[in-house]
């Protein structure tokens, strides 16, 4: 069965170090939540906000290494309420779980995305 695992966060600023580090959390974070096996992952969806350029959002995956993982980005709109210097993934993930089983992973700032399950 074929689930999506969605999760954002924030940088303190558009710096390569910083993208590369916040979305690698991000990332740790959502394989710790649901023992995802890196295996198990069909494909990664990337998206950022428009004031975010200095780094692909995917080399922070490939940092903890996802070599072997499909990896894609896109731009967010520019939404003026919307969630400024904000990374956010959908992994599509091949699990048994069932989708009330999944943990959803909002950290820093994008917390406010989704209150309900941010911790």
């Not at 590369?20 to 295996?39: G, P, T």
């Not at 780094?55 to 969630?83: C, H, K, M, Y």
Request: charged share 20%; aromatic share 6%.
């Amino acid at each position: 069965m074929l689930r999506g695992v969605r999760g954002a966060t924030t940088v303190a600023d558009n710096s390569s170090d910083e993208i590369r580090m916040k979305v690698a959390e991000m990332l740790q974070a959502i394989v710790s939540e649901n023992q995802i096996d890196i295996q198990d992952i069909g494909a990664v969806i990337f998206s950022s906000t428009p004031d975010l350029n200095c780094a692909f959002p995917a080399i922070g995956a490939r940092d903890i290494g996802w070599s072997q993982v499909p990896l894609f980005g896109t731009q967010e709109i520019d939404n003026p309420q919307g969630v400024p210097s904000c990374v956010r993934v959908l992994i599509l993930w091949n699990t048994d779980k069932d989708q009330a089983q999944i943990r959803h992973v909002y950290l820093h700032q994008a917390a406010v995305l989704r209150p309900d399950l941010a911790k």
